[in-house]
């Protein structure tokens, strides 16, 4: 595995969408670094959807707070695999980032 490879994977979970956005513009045929773009897109989209969920008082802000707990677990273990050259999918949420 790459070092640069690596990086890649690292810089499109670090930056959410517009790490992926950077990923794919410039290591398109990376595959190793887009599969991590890809996952780093889907851990992005829950983050937005659970800040649309704080909308709602008091259920929305427990749910929202628990999701983001969770969301950082996941990008913890995405970042952690493409930092060690894993191209495994992140739980949960990895398996549809893998239909993209």
Do not use: N
Request: no cysteine.
């Amino acid at each position: 595995m790459e070092t640069s490879s690596k990086l890649w994977a690292f810089i499109a979970y670090l930056f959410g969408v517009i790490g992926f956005i950077l990923v794919y513009l410039v290591k398109r045929r990376d595959t190793f670094a887009v599969y991590h773009a890809k996952q780093s897109l889907m851990i992005s989209v829950a983050a937005i959807i659970f800040t649309l969920i704080m909308v709602i008082p008091v259920i929305g802000w427990v749910i929202a707070g628990l999701g983001f707990i969770l969301l950082l677990v996941l990008w913890l273990i995405g970042v952690y695999y493409a930092l060690t050259g894993k191209q495994e999918p992140v739980p949960i949420i990895g398996k549809y980032a893998e239909q993209l």
